[in-house]
Every structure is written in structure tokens, then in C-alpha cells.
């Protein structure tokens, strides 16, 4: 990979969970767009492949990892592939998670604990099995790495129908801020992006139910998430934007 003035991410590598759709394809694609070649992993193969396609028809280039990361040794061993055929890992963008609103006492367990593999697990193995690239890529040319998760306005802001995911996104809030602390004078920066109504796949699918007191219309779309993470990671090294919550202009909470 050679690098590129005029793209700050050329000669980078980037690894983007959730890849298949919403906003984990955006943001790859953006990425992309910003010279980066890009690790996808999602479940979906198929999807994954398309949109490699679409990158290298760009100019870009993708890799395709399949993996369900609530098996924690598959979250692990996606990032050591993604480092391994990409030789280095710049960029981590940890976006793969699950929504199942409704009363709590009227959920499943099964519900529960697949939020809690996606949304709060897969975070924290990826993140460990991506640290130590992440730390060398800092010593590298460009000076410093980045580590973003996708949460949600969900994980500042609680709300009745949705407990269980709200308590996964305060914790990958907690977690995104501890471990700042623990990395940011290795020049790991540590960032969280926190959408509030984005219109996804996810939640827009039928029998979805999202509380929301947001027109459909006004809600954000994958492209404005992606263009704040892409702007969390392209900062010059001495700068370090750690959060971003974003809403649509009309919703309250």
C-alpha cells in the first residue's frame, strides 16, 4: 500500500464489522473513498462480496471476512485475518449490533443475550484482538491509530421499550472511555459515535416497533453516520474527536 496526500486514510487499513448493510456498508464504502483498503465482516457473504466489487470497481480495495461475531474465536480470529492479509490494522470500526424493542417483561432471554454477544462481546474481543496492530500502526507514518465503536444516543439517553439494549449501550460507552484513558498517550485514539433514529435494514424491518416520536422522513440515513466516523478517523494526529452524538434535527432524546 503506498500513501497518498491527498487521501488521508492512503496506505491504511481498515477493518468495519456490520459491513453488510446500513451503516456498516457506508462506512466502508467511505472509507474507501478515503484510501483505505477495507476488512468487511458481517454474516452475509453474499452481500459482502457485492460490495467488495463495488469498491474495487471504485478503485478501492476490499477483502471479505464471513463471521457471526457472537462466536467470540471468530471475532478474534477476523481481526488476526483482516491484519494478516492486509499487513497492518489502522482503523477499527467496530458497528455489528442488534435491536429487539419491547417491555421487558414481556422479552426473551434469547433476545437478551444476542444483544449482549453482538452489541457488547463481539466489542470487546475485537477490540482486544485489535489492539496490538493498532498500537504499531500508531508507531507507523501516520502517527497515531483509531478505535471507533458504533453505540447509540441510547447508550446517554434511557428509554422505556428498549431496556436491554439501552444497557448495552451505556456499557460500550463506559468501556469506549475507560480504555481511552488506558491507550491515548500510545496514540490509539478511542472514539464513539452514538446516532440517534437511523433509517437501517435493522430498523426499518417489519415488526421492528422502535419507539420513536421522529417522522420516518427525518431520520438520519447510513451516509451521515458513516461521514462522522470518517471525520473521527481522518483528524490529524494531534487531534482526537473521542464522541459524536448524533440526532436528527427534530428528535428530542
Not at 198 to 225: K, M, Y
Not at 228 to 247: C, D, G, K
Request: aromatic content about 2%; overall charge negative; some cysteine.
Amino acid at each position: 500500500m503506498t500513501r497518498d496526500a491527498t487521501r488521508p486514510l492512503a496506505g491504511c487499513a481498515a477493518l468495519v464489522t456490520g459491513a453488510s448493510s446500513g451503516i456498516g456498508a457506508a462506512t466502508a464504502l467511505a472509507l474507501a473513498a478515503e484510501g483505505a483498503a477495507v476488512a468487511l465482516v458481517a454474516r452475509r457473504a453474499d452481500r459482502l462480496t457485492d460490495l467488495a466489487a463495488h469498491i474495487a470497481g471504485k478503485g478501492g480495495h476490499a477483502i471479505v471476512l464471513p463471521a457471526d461475531l457472537t462466536d467470540p474465536d471468530r471475532a478474534r480470529s477476523a481481526v488476526e485475518e483482516a491484519a494478516s492479509q492486509l499487513g497492518r490494522l489502522d482503523v477499527l470500526v467496530n458497528n455489528a449490533g442488534a435491536v429487539v424493542p419491547g417491555a421487558f417483561e414481556d422479552g426473551e432471554a434469547t433476545d437478551w443475550e444476542r444483544m449482549l454477544a453482538l452489541n457488547v462481546s463481539a466489542v470487546l474481543h475485537t477490540s482486544r484482538a485489535a489492539l496490538p496492530h493498532l498500537l504499531t500502526a500508531a508507531d507507523g507514518p501516520r502517527g497515531v491509530a483509531d478505535l471507533v465503536t458504533v453505540a447509540s444516543a441510547a447508550g446517554r439517553v434511557a428509554r422505556p421499550n428498549n431496556a436491554v439494549y439501552t444497557a448495552t449501550k451505556h456499557a460500550v460507552v463506559g468501556f469506549s472511555e475507560a480504555l481511552r484513558k488506558e491507550i491515548t498517550q500510545r496514540r490509539v485514539r478511542v472514539g464513539l459515535v452514538e446516532p440517534g433514529m437511523v433509517t437501517t435494514e435493522a430498523t426499518t424491518a417489519p415488526g421492528i416497533g422502535l419507539p420513536s416520536s421522529v417522522d420516518p422522513e427525518d431520520w438520519l440515513t447510513a451516509e451521515d453516520v458513516a461521514r462522522s466516523i470518517v471525520f473521527m478517523v481522518t483528524q490529524p494526529r494531534h487531534a482526537a474527536v473521542n464522541e459524536i452524538l448524533l440526532r436528527p434535527t427534530t428528535q428530542v432524546n
